[in-house]
């Protein structure tokens, strides 16, 4: 079992920044690929990005890239998605997942589930 914890959401005006962090506990937290998702009210769960177990590999849905970086620290079993740029169609609930699976936008493959970070941004 992995433990994951999302923390740093809030709210912020359009053009601002965020860093979310999601802490993790239990299974060695450096054999996962993790993944941030997000949810807005009314849409399906969105794929955002994804940075392999060594931090070397990051993957970004169209959508965030160039705004948003994922990064991690294995010593400190936590990961973050950094949002620059922020604008209110990037209001949602943000999740970050562990997975050890290779399809990196897939929610399906991420095993382990934070409980969600509430992210709105104001125009």
């Known amino acids: 079992q992995v433990q994951l914890v999302e923390s740093g959401g809030g709210l912020v005006q359009a053009g601002g920044s965020l860093r979310l962090s999601c802490a993790a506990s239990?299974?060695?937290?450096?054999?996962?690929?993790v993944g941030w998702f997000r949810q807005a009210p009314g849409k399906e769960r969105e794929f955002v990005g994804r940075?392999?177990?060594?931090?070397?590999?990051?993957y970004y849905a169209d959508s965030v890239k160039g705004r948003f970086t994922i990064s991690r620290d294995n010593a400190k079993n936590t990961a973050y998605l950094q949002m620059n740029s922020l604008n209110p169609e990037d209001t949602a609930v943000y999740y970050c997942?562990?997975?050890?699976?290779?399809?990196?936008?897939?929610?399906?493959?991420?095993?382990?589930w934070g409980q969600g970070t509430q992210v709105t941004v104001s125009s």
């Open positions: 997942a562990a997975s050890s699976g290779m399809a990196y936008s897939d929610a399906r493959t991420y095993a382990y």
């Open positions: 239990g299974r060695t937290f450096s054999n996962y690929r």
């Open positions: 940075i392999s177990s060594s931090g070397t590999v990051t």
